[in-house]
């Protein structure tokens, strides 16, 4: 078994480790495996040992790998959003992660080739309050998802976050707790999701015990990036 291959089992046994000690179903949390700063090559092992979906954040880089490994694989945008990438971002993934403001819903949308499924989405909530970070601010999810709503070329289908890395479980459980509680506001508010894109090598387990449905791990399988990427 290759260092890819045996590193994704690992993750796979974490996932359902803390879906077991949810007591979830290990089957209602989805990996993306994100390949960022990575060559095809590495996405060839992973995708050797099953893995199907794949999460980039840089656009250039992300294209040639697309060109090579073909249309077949999952591609999730994870990054954040320039107007000026909407394009092809639309043209080329499957999945966009990091959507905070509607202007970029909107160019997604009109950008989506006809004749495909509407691209998923999800918005991009910053828990953490910290103004570097990007997202939405939590009270202004609701009016954002609602506008998102009329775009046919889009189809929101729940929330993401990034929270600042701690090493304090507590605090990890509570800002994913937040997440799920907004996504539940915004469910019984009349804002069909079905996602919580939340979780990373570092909190997947948290993450998962707060509701996750698709984690997002980078190093945990692939190893460790440069320290300075893209
Ligand atoms: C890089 C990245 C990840 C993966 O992070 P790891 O710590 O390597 O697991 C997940 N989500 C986003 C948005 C990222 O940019």
């Known amino acids: 078994m290759t260092t890819i291959a045996a590193r994704l089992q690992a993750v796979r046994s974490r996932i359902a480790a803390a879906a077991g000690t949810a007591g979830r179903s290990p089957e209602d949390i989805r990996l993306i495996a994100v390949s960022k700063t990575f060559a095809a090559a590495a996405i060839q092992e992973a995708r050797a040992a099953g893995q199907v979906a794949f999460g980039e954040s840089y656009l250039q880089e992300a294209l040639g790998k697309i060109a090579v490994l073909g249309p077949e694989l999952e591609w999730h945008y994870v990054g954040p959003i320039q107007s000026n990438k909407t394009r092809q971002i639309a043209e080329l993934f499957h999945w966009a992660h990091g959507i905070d403001r509607l202007k970029i819903a ?7 080739p006809a004749g495909r499924l509407p691209l998923q989405i999800c918005i991009q909530v910053n828990v953490s309050g910290e103004s570097s970070k990007s997202g939405v601010r939590p009270d202004e999810v609701f009016a954002l998802a609602q506008a998102i709503s009329f775009l046919k070329g889009v189809r929101l289908r729940g ?37 919580l894109s939340m979780g990373m090598s570092d909190d997947l387990e948290a993450a998962i015990a707060e509701g996750a449905t698709l984690v997002r791990v980078g190093r945990a399988i692939f190893g460790e990036r440069p320290s300075n990427p893209g």
């Open 106 to 112: 909107e160019r997604l949308s009109s950008s989506r």
């Open 159 to 195: 929330l993401m976050a990034i929270p600042e890395p701690t090493q304090d479980i507590g605090l990890q459980r509570a800002r994913f707790r937040q997440i799920r509680e907004l996504k539940n506001e915004m469910v019984s508010r009349g804002i069909a999701l079905d996602t």
